[in-house]
């Protein structure tokens, strides 16, 4: 199993990123997937998460209007646009395998700031 995410950066108060999460070594389109973030001296908190489908999705509530997550089975991967960033978004970024057996990636750094 394999999650690697991609797309991170820095970038300006009220910029743009879309990150990815390229999964490898299970049935991809099976598993619901989130994202999740953490901050310095912070827990991790999940951001969002989306349905084998992409038919539903979440997202705590300091980021609805802002970020879309959706997916893409036929490319075992998920994304998480993230739009009108603030430095409060910056974290680090981690994708998750939902379910009996989680699994997360390594994360990717995400810091807004000006």
């Known amino acids: 199993v394999q999650l690697v995410e991609s797309g991170g950066g820095l970038v300006q108060p009220g910029g743009s990123l879309r990150l990815s999460c390229a999964a490898s070594?299970?049935?991809?389109?099976?598993?619901?997937m989130s994202w999740h973030r953490q901050a310095p001296g912070k827990e991790r908190e999940m951001v969002a998460f989306i349905s084998t489908s992409g038919g539903y999705t979440n997202y705590v509530e300091s980021v609805k209007g802002r970020f879309t997550i959706s997916r893409d089975n036929a490319k075992n991967t998920v994304y998480l646009q993230m739009n009108s960033l603030k430095p409060e978004d910056t974290a680090v970024y981690y994708c998750?395998?939902?379910?009996?057996?989680?699994?997360w990636g390594q994360g990717t750094q995400v810091t807004v700031s000006s």
């Open positions: 070594g299970f049935t991809f389109s099976n598993s619901v």
């Open positions: 998750k395998r939902v379910g009996a057996n989680p699994y």
